[in-house]
């Protein structure tokens, strides 16, 4: 997105304002499903949800023939009213309750479950299938924070000591088809040596349970494929399809049959094509550094105080002479910066600032912390900005308030 397009959307819309580039996402769809082109098994593709929410974002994705990872009844129900066909979302929480189980069976989605006890839960709720996630004990050589297959992970039932296997095996006593098995290693993952290993464990499990007597109509391999945030190496969508096929050739050949495979890009998806907007408060020079106040925080894009993650930062329509600030939020918290020693032009209030990369876990992410609204989304195609949230009016962060009558 030029600098022309972002201006009229700040301009149009205030600021802070998360752009998305509606073609951009599209384009990434289709590069990702070609990258699968002649796949040994049939392949489905299933959007992760918690990296973009926002209902128009998820009907673009759904338009391109994707399914839906959901990870709870919120996302259920946007999956649902964005369009998504019910054998094309997927369920995959660590941690559900009764009721989660309940919306999940009656909307006749699949469900995986990574614990012992939520496989009585789904035969008590009325389901007739069940898929189990499992953990690979995978290094997935990313932020320990959005690593999910570590040996001491909260996510899935290990291999070790047969936990998974008995999962299964109590499956199978209750009267449960045993459909699909499901991983997912990490988040923002650079490299496929760790895909490849959850993989060749994955269907090393698949053969053991066929022992059993189950067959799967499905593998989902999960998501996790990075991104560029800065200059770095990342995997493309073909070395990712790529690595894949070759331990899927000899997978299938093993089992003496081919399910389906599936996969849950996000971040992959819909990363790159976002941008959030923000304009300069001030500009405060101190005995130690430069820093550009601006009106957005981590309660908009908690990424780098959350994860130190790095967003390119720019200048809105401003190339002149570098100078080293600090870009600062503008919450009431020392954590609460943008970017840290960031060589900018020269910059003065009134500026609008441009937080790059910011598609996947920043609205989603966002929060009501020190009182703020949450800010507008607006969606660019073929030059037309369209808004696609209106942003949270102050009075809406009371509405669900009650006091007490004798305190009125």
């Excluded at 593709?45 to 209902?55: E, I, R």
């Excluded at 614990?115 to 932020?143: C, L, W, Y």
């Excluded at 790529?242 to 992959?268: M, Q």
């Excluded at 919450?331 to 009134?350: F, H, K, N, Q, V």
Aim: hydrophobic share 40%; net charge negative; aromatic share 8%.
């Amino acid at each position: 997105m030029d600098s022309n397009t972002l201006t009229k959307a700040a301009e149009d819309y205030g600021t802070p304002v998360y752009v998305y580039d509606g073609d951009q996402i599209v384009a990434r769809c289709r590069e990702f499903k070609e990258a699968f082109h002649g796949f040994p098994a049939k392949v489905k593709f299933c959007y992760a949800v918690k990296a973009n929410t926002n209902l128009t974002i998820l009907r673009l994705i759904q338009r391109q023939g994707f399914g839906a990872d959901i990870v709870s009844q919120g996302e259920l129900d946007a999956a649902l009213k964005a369009g998504f066909a019910k054998d094309d979302v997927i369920y995959t929480s660590n941690s559900k309750n009764m009721q989660d189980i309940k919306a999940a069976v009656e909307a006749g989605i699949r469900i995986t479950c990574g614990n012992m006890h939520e496989i009585g839960s789904v035969k008590k709720a009325g389901g007739t299938q069940i898929a189990f996630r499992v953990n690979p004990d995978v290094s997935a050589n990313t932020h320990p924070k959005i690593s999910t297959a570590l040996r001491a992970s909260k996510f899935g039932l290990h291999f070790e000591d047969d936990i998974a296997l008995e999962a299964v095996k109590k499956a199978l006593e209750l009267g449960l088809k045993v459909s699909g098995i499901h991983c997912h290693i990490g988040s923002n993952i650079k490299d496929t040596s760790a895909f490849t290993e959850a993989a060749r464990k994955m269907l090393d499990f698949a053969v053991k349970i066929k022992e059993l007597g189950v067959e799967l109509e499905f593998i989902d391999f999960g998501g996790g494929l990075g991104i560029r945030y800065k200059d770095e190496d990342v995997v493309s969508a073909s070395q990712f399809a790529d690595s894949y096929r070759r331990i899927l050739d000899d997978g299938i050949e093993r089992l003496g049959y081919a399910p389906d495979v599936w996969f849950e890009p996000g971040r992959y998806i819909i990363g790159e094509s976002g941008v959030l907007l923000t304009r300069v408060n001030s500009i405060k020079n101190t005995p130690e550094k430069a820093f550009i106040n601006t009106d957005a925080g981590f309660n908009d894009l908690i990424r780098p105080a959350m994860y130190d993650a790095y967003h390119e930062i720019r200048v809105v329509g401003n190339e002149g002479d570098e100078t080293c600030y600090d870009v600062a939020g503008n919450l009431c918290e020392s954590g609460d910066i943008l970017g840290r020693d960031r060589m900018l032009p020269a910059t003065e209030a009134g500026d609008l600032i441009a937080l790059m990369n910011a598609g996947a876990y920043g609205y989603s992410m966002a929060s009501n912390y020190n009182s703020m609204p949450l800010p507008a989304e607006v969606l660019v195609r073929d030059g037309r900005i369209d808004l696609i949230r209106e942003r949270q009016d102050i009075q809406e962060l009371y509405v669900r308030q009650k006091i007490p009558k004798d305190l009125l």
